[in-house]
């Protein structure tokens, strides 16, 4: 008897799964890897294997050190947070303070100034006239520039200009300065007062000496003959000169102070 099989490639199938059982494959991954290596001769395509491991590598790295950066400016920014929410009454404090003490500061040094400066002409009417020598009288005596008055300069009260573009630091920097410049003014004494002296001498070695001796006073400094000329006083002809000085500061041994008693009646 003769078969037919309609199903063509069915009768390989069954051989070739006849052929088959009983077998059993088994695949490693260490020899599929060297084989693969075996393969892979191009030392161009090792090389950029290489690279892609190694660019790997160096980002996971590069995430971890960001992400402790992060950790830590976010711990820092916690902590300054709580550190200025902490001092920010003692830092008010501190600025009421240091307002109080530039207040008092420049209070002191107007005192100081007009102390300072409330017997400067009596010293120098006394100076000038102990230099005065014989057969010399003077005619005027004239102040030729304005005192550097402490209470004069504190009826002017001029803005601090600061530059609008700079930091808020940098402006308050400029502005205590100016602060500080002003008050260290307002503590110098009248050492600049200008002053001229016009008189009338028989004998011009007399006009030297006195200059001389004005110029020895510890309250006076740059005595300079600014004219001479002859004329005639009551009929006689004498020498007319002007001299201008400078006040300056004298020496703290050249100032005598006395304390003031007052009794008090009954």
């Known amino acids: 008897m003769i078969e037919i099989n309609l199903l063509p490639g069915d009768g390989k199938k069954k051989r070739r799964a ?32 290489a690279a892609a491991g190694l660019s790997a ?25 709580k550190d200025s929410t902490q001092f920010s009454a003692v830092l008010m404090a501190k600025a009421k303070a ?3 003490r530039d207040s008092l500061y420049q209070q002191i040094a107007i005192i100081k100034s007009i102390d300072d400066s409330r017997y400067l002409w009596s010293h120098l009417m006394y100076e000038i006239s102990n230099a005065l020598p014989q057969y010399t009288w003077l005619t005027e005596i004239t102040q030729t520039s304005a005192p550097r008055s402490a209470a004069a300069v504190d009826t002017l009260k001029k803005a601090v ?9 940098k ?25 001229k002296i016009v008189g009338h ?20 400094q740059n005595v300079q003959l600014s004219r001479s000329d002859l004329v005639q006083a009551e009929g006689k002809e004498v020498t007319e000169f002007t001299l201008e000085a400078e006040t300056q500061s004298p020496p703290a041994f050249a100032i005598k102070t006395v304390p003031l008693v007052v009794s008090a009646g009954h």
């Open 161 to 169: 200009v600061t530059d609008s573009t700079a930091s808020p630091e």
């Open 18 to 49: 006849n052929s088959t059982k009983g077998l059993k494959f088994e695949i490693r991954p260490m020899d599929l890897f060297a084989g693969l290596a075996g393969k892979i001769t191009d030392k161009y395509m090792l090389g950029a294997v």
């Open 57 to 81: 590598a160096l980002i996971a790295l590069m995430f971890v050190h960001q992400a402790a950066q992060a950790s830590g400016l976010e711990a820092r920014e916690t902590k300054a947070l």
């Open 171 to 195: 402006r308050a920097a400029e502005r205590n300065r100016a602060l500080k410049a002003r008050s260290d003014s307002l503590l110098a004494t009248a050492k600049d007062l200008k002053f």
């Open 201 to 220: 001498t028989v004998d011009i070695q007399a006009l030297t000496r006195f200059m001389k001796s004005l110029e020895a006073s510890p309250f006076i």
């Open 98 to 100: 240091e307002a109080s």
